[in-house]
């Protein structure tokens, strides 16, 4: 399993949620800091998932960059 990074996006599969297809999902710590409670978010809902529900498949380096500057300039 990859090493997953609060906050951060991937690219992720599930059988169960998405059929197989790839999606993005950015790992959510709502549930708590430690990362045994840590879940996949998918962007856009309030759709939240257990990690090994999805096989992760690459970090999504671009959106984190979006999502940095956005947290800056909310403050």
């Given amino acids: 399993m ?4 609060p906050d951060a996006f991937y690219w992720a599969r599930s059988q169960k949620h998405t059929k197989g ?6 790992v ?7 990362p045994d409670y840590w879940t996949l978010a998918v962007p856009g809902s ?5 990690i090994d529900e999805f096989d992760i498949i690459a ?3 671009f959106f984190d960059a979006i999502a940095a500057e956005l947290r ?4």
Wanted: without cysteine.
């Fill in 28 to 34: 959510s710590t709502i549930f708590g800091a430690d």
């Fill in 46 to 50: 309030d759709q939240h998932h257990m």
């Fill in 21 to 26: 297809s790839a999606t993005v999902v950015q």
């Fill in 59 to 61: 970090p999504i380096e």
């Fill in 2 to 5: 990859t090493r997953l990074i």
């Fill in 72 to 75: 800056v300039a909310a403050e």
